[in-house]
């Protein structure tokens, strides 16, 4: 199968025929446990935290699209963060990049702190800064790439270099572009991580994690980890996350190709601060995104020039659902500074330019031309808002 495209892997790989039927989907299998024929013999299962057919077949697929050897899933994808950052023992150091996911930034800052391991938060696009930020103890190097809100994006094969050079390992988070857009094991990442709450499951309708990893040493921790710690992904959510994957490709194509438009329509928008998306051209991160990845992705972020009126704007936008998440089916807006970063003090929401004025878009398979008069209109409105108020 290996010599196919990724986009033909989503539906034939090694799961895509039911061995035991020759169903086309696999079998959902709850049993908990599993009797064993033998006394001294046991079969491939015994029990489900350490292994079920069900997730068999997630993990070998996404390890499959990734271009890895073994594969992970879990529960949510705080879940593969967590567990995978349990490689580090006490008195570690962890380089990490400093507009990590939230949960992210909450897992090192408040729980891996009370075990003894210590980290630095590093901007991963300053390549002297990194160089400069390794300690005689850091382990391990963190990145999140196109980064949330604000879409900066690292160069993974030169911090993957620094960090070899530092006998560290290299996570990554994924989730924003998935294998098909991005294959961070290709780069040289020793371990990749997803919430496939986005947009490998795709319906916003389960929360999942997965890893994967290229390497039989490590393959051994994580599993060690993943059922030590127990946090697996439940085989109906197995079913759901590989469903979903079978349509990724025309899913992120629809949506790609809709969120250039929208890039390229806000940024010459009258009424729109500034757009960031690396697909565009004149995004300062544009070269680095389109060596490593097929193109930009599905989210975007862009800031209104009335930001006093963001209000009215949210409230006249009709098609986007308003919540956090992003990845799905439908286009989802969410406001960073009172969602995924709701806990940072405005201060520093201001200085990291997470403005008042900046919404995040995540855009989904609606029409392109009804996104942009959606948009416009909601535009209009903050301007009329702002008019009225200044007349006032
Ligand atoms: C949502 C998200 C997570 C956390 O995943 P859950 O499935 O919600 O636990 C981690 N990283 C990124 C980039 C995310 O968007």
């Given at each position: 199968m290996s010599d196919f495209s990724t986009q033909t892997k989503l539906l034939h790989n090694a799961y895509s025929v039911d061995k035991a039927s020759n169903g086309v989907s696999v079998p959902i299998q709850h049993a908990s446990t599993f009797h064993q024929h033998d006394f001294t013999q046991f079969g491939q299962y015994d029990y489900a935290r350490s292994g079920n057919p069900t997730r068999d077949a997630l993990e070998t697929t996404i390890a499959e699209l990734e271009g890895g050897s073994h594969g992970f899933a879990f529960s949510s994808g705080m879940a593969a963060v967590s567990t995978s950052l349990m490689l580090l023992s006490s008195g570690d150091h962890l380089l990490i990049t400093e507009d990590v996911y939230g949960g992210t930034y909450r897992f090192v800052t408040e729980v891996l702190s009370r075990f003894g391991i210590e980290h630095t938060f590093v901007d991963m696009t300053n390549l002297e800064e990194v160089e400069q930020s390794f300690q005689p103890n850091t382990k391990a190097v963190f990145i999140e790439t196109p980064s949330n809100p604000l879409l900066k994006v690292t160069d993974i094969r030169a911090v993957t270099g620094l960090a070899k050079q530092n006998d560290c390992l290299t996570l990554i988070d994924?989730?924003?572009?998935?294998p098909l857009l991005q294959q961070p094991l290709h780069e040289g990442v020793d371990v990749v991580i997803h919430s496939a709450t986005k947009f490998l499951a795709g319906h916003s309708d389960v929360v999942a994690g997965l890893v994967v990893v290229n390497n039989e040493q490590l393959a051994e921790q994580i599993g060690f980890l993943q059922n030590s710690c127990g946090a697996i992904l439940g085989p109906q959510d197995c079913w759901l996350v590989m469903r979903g994957i079978k349509t990724l490709h025309a899913r992120l194509r629809q949506s790609v190709e809709t969120t250039y438009q929208l890039a390229e329509f806000l940024d010459q928008h009258?009424?729109?601060?500034r757009v960031y998306y690396?697909?565009?051209?004149?995004?300062?991160?544009y070269a680095v995104q389109a060596k490593q990845a097929?193109?930009?992705?599905a989210v975007l972020s862009f800031e209104i020039?009335?930001?006093?009126a963001i209000e009215q704007f949210v409230d006249s936008m009709q098609i986007p659902v308003f919540a956090v998440s992003l990845g799905a089916v439908e286009s989802i807006l969410s406001y960073p500074r009172r969602m995924s970063h709701g806990a940072m003090p405005d201060d520093q929401c201001d200085q990291r330019g997470i403005t008042k004025g900046l919404l995040r878009l995540s855009v989904g398979l609606e029409q392109a031309e009804e996104l942009k008069a959606d948009l416009d209109q909601a535009l209009q409105v903050t301007a009329a808002a702002c008019a009225a108020s200044d007349s006032a």
């Open positions: 994924n989730t924003f572009l998935t009258p009424l729109i601060e690396p697909g565009l051209a004149s995004n300062d991160y097929a193109n930009g992705g020039k009335h930001a006093e």
